[in-house]
């Protein structure tokens, strides 16, 4: 239809009026060919009768119209400015959120043309809803992750939200590590360490993709997860820059919906980049608390150590025993055979001490030649056994130069709080390095220990 101005409803009005009008002029006619004699009808009020009542009926039209079409038009316009204000509101950090589908949703009461608009419109505003919640759960998770370095506390939030961003009931995060798939957190998962063998969790490492299983209802898991019967498990990726990370394992009671799958993709993505930047902040911090050449703990961290197990020794009234070791006569070593063998000989001597030391003992490079072990929980007595097979084992021990065989022999010396007293780590150390002393003075190659208090 040709548009006379720019404004429908004008246009509406300016086509009804001018149609009223055309009705009122050929009516006359009309009723004279049913008839009626033209005496009656081709006068000037009957045909300013018709002509006006032919007007009357086009404003009603146009009336109607506006009220039946017009404001069913005009509520899409506001559900649209309403979407509008949100979609602005986003770019000055407003809540995504906030534009729910009560508010912008348009009820649906015709089966025609304005009916397949209100639900075009109606399932724009359901998916731009889904979006914004989506765009605004991931803005939170990133904010979230990255702000945490620490390892533990990253992937424990993680997790957490990814539960309940999701709807699953039970999930765990593994993470690669030199080879093997390392737990770093799980809930609600039983024997994780059965889980991380799985086909499934391979193919997955293999491919880089995700793996989505639905088991039906008459399909049993055991012994993998608690409390329920998983209807779905999803298994995702972790992949920063085309290494892969890890992979986040999840199980639901109930199917995953497409949009939490969607969801799960996008986070582990920000997921990713935390997860990259909290092993490099681990491995950094491991590195500065590390002797370069032996790989154990250097004197500054190893310190800080001793300080907080003296504390902890002190708090609970438990042992605490200190063990001060130094080659004999390194020296000649390095004067003999050059600095790079020596460097060997100190690594195999932290090697040893090592594979001497519990799980919980803490060995330290204290000086060039020089260690510090601290051993939480031992007395005197377990100090001088640790000490005497730690010297037995060194002076068997042989490096190999060439044709040359090089052997060395420690000298230790050791204490224990509360045996011996102490009042700080300090006090301790001094006792331990004197005892060392009068072991190199006793002829070297030797165990010397604190006298007791007693």
């Not at 239809?1 to 086509?15: A, E, G, Y």
């Not at 533990?152 to 590590?177: K, M, P, V």
Request: hydrophobic residues 45%; contains cysteine.
């Amino acid at each position: 239809m040709i548009r006379l101005t720019r404004k429908v409803f004008t246009d509406l009005s300016i086509w009804m009026i001018g149609l009223g009008l055309a009705i009122g002029l050929i009516f006359p006619f009309f009723i004279t060919w049913m008839g009626i004699p033209s005496e009656y009808v081709f006068t000037p009020w009957f045909f300013g009768a018709c002509v006006t009542a032919g007007v009357i009926l086009g404003a009603m039209n146009i009336r109607l119209a506006r009220m039946v079409v017009g404001s069913r038009l005009r509520l899409l316009a506001e559900r649209m400015s309403h979407v509008t204000e949100n979609l602005q509101g986003i770019k000055t950090g407003k809540d995504a959120r906030s534009c729910n589908t009560d508010a912008c949703l348009i009820a649906i009461d015709s089966e025609d043309e304005l009916g397949e608009s209100a639900v075009a419109f109606n399932t724009l505003v359901k998916t731009l809803a889904e979006s914004m919640e989506t765009e605004s759960s991931l803005s939170d998770f990133t904010r979230m992750i990255s702000s945490q370095l620490s390892l533990n506390d990253l992937t424990e939030r993680a997790l957490q939200q990814l539960l309940e961003h999701t709807g699953s009931a039970a999930g765990a995060i593994l993470i690669e590590s030199e080879g093997d798939l390392q737990v770093a957190i799980s809930r609600g998962i039983r024997a994780i360490e059965d889980v991380i063998q799985s086909d499934h969790i391979k193919n997955v490492l293999r491919s880089e993709k995700k793996v989505h299983l639905s088991l039906p209802d008459d399909v049993r898991v055991e012994g993998v997860l608690t409390d329920f019967r998983p209807r779905d498990v999803v298994i995702e990726p972790i992949i920063y820059k085309d290494i892969i990370l890890g992979v986040v394992l999840l199980a639901s009671a109930a199917s995953f919906s497409p949009d939490a799958l969607t969801r799960l993709t996008l986070f582990c993505g920000g997921l990713a980049l935390a997860l990259h930047n909290s092993l490099l902040f681990d491995r950094l911090e491991r590195l500065a608390a590390l002797d370069p050449l032996t790989g154990i703990y250097n004197r500054r961290f190893g310190l800080t150590r001793l300080n907080e197990e003296f504390g902890r020794a002190l708090r609970i009234n438990a042992p605490l025993g200190v063990m001060m070791f130094d080659l004999d006569h390194f020296k000649q070593v390095n004067d003999t055979y050059g600095h790079l063998v020596g460097d060997r000989v100190l690594l195999r001597i932290s090697q040893i001490a090592r594979s001497v030391l519990r799980e919980g003992d803490i060995l330290m490079r204290y000086g060039g030649e020089e260690f510090l072990v601290i051993l939480p929980g031992a007395s005197v007595n377990d100090v001088s056994l640790a000490a005497d097979r730690i010297r037995r084992l060194v002076a068997e021990a042989i490096v190999r130069d060439g044709d040359d065989q090089i052997q060395v022999t420690v000298s230790i010396g050791g204490t224990s709080f509360p045996e011996v007293n102490a009042d700080s780590a300090n006090d301790l150390v001094q006792q331990a390095d004197k005892s060392l002393y009068l072991a190199k003075e006793s002829g070297r190659n030797c165990v010397m220990l604190a006298a007791n208090n007693a």
